[in-house]
């Protein structure tokens, strides 16, 4: 009876496995629902530095710079790359950040924004690909394991209305971070799934 008991923990363990593994969220709603509105997430607004920038909590720390062209710009509401041939690399320092999310835009010369695509690539090699309809369109990602770091780039040059072709900056406002991640993904509730079973049998003998 008592093995029958830990084969029906195994089987409960492995049907929550699917949906709820590494995802990447198109809304700050669904984010925010994912990481069950952590008390614990850290926003940062930023647009106040213009050099390589450090923030977070001690707790929850990372580093913005430009790559490979070092520099950073604000104009006072969000933070960007001075070099339009650069990208933004985020880095997590603190090694708990599971989920990150905020508002990742292009913007001109004049700092308006433009309607340019988006690429975001994490360190587990996942990449989005997107093209926000404003700069406030929010994108995130929710994983299992630690975020060590997540890059900006434009994915095409830009090209307007009229056919020419623009210079753009990558750009990045709202910022948010949270140490709640997605659940394991199935091969590790298998593994553990198949522990429990090692250790039964062992009991068994």
Known sequence: ??????LA?????????????????TSSAAFQAAIANDPGQFNNPLGSSTA?????TPNMAYTVTATPIAGL??????????????DLLITF??????????????????????PQGVTLTYNDGTVDTYTPGSASDFHGYVSASPILWVKMSKNSPY???TGTSIAVWASLD????????????PGSLL???????????????
């Open 159 to 161: 090209i307007d209305s």
């Open 9 to 25: 923990v195994v089987a409960a363990m492995l049907s929550v496995v699917g949906s709820a593994s590494a995802q990447i969220m």
């Open 52 to 56: 390589n920038w450090n923030g977070g």
């Open 174 to 185: 709202n910022l948010v971070t949270s140490s709640h991640g997605a659940v394991p993904e």
């Open 93 to 114: 320092t603190s090694g708990n950040v599971r989920a990150v999310g905020g508002n990742w835009f292009h913007t001109d010369f004049s700092d308006n924004f433009r």
């Open 73 to 86: 710009y604000s104009d006072g509401n969000f933070i960007g790359v001075n070099n339009n041939g650069s």
């Open 191 to 205: 593994a553990l799934g198949l522990g429990a079973v090692a250790m039964m049998r062992r009991k068994r003998n």
């Open 1 to 6: 009876m008592r093995n029958l008991k830990t």
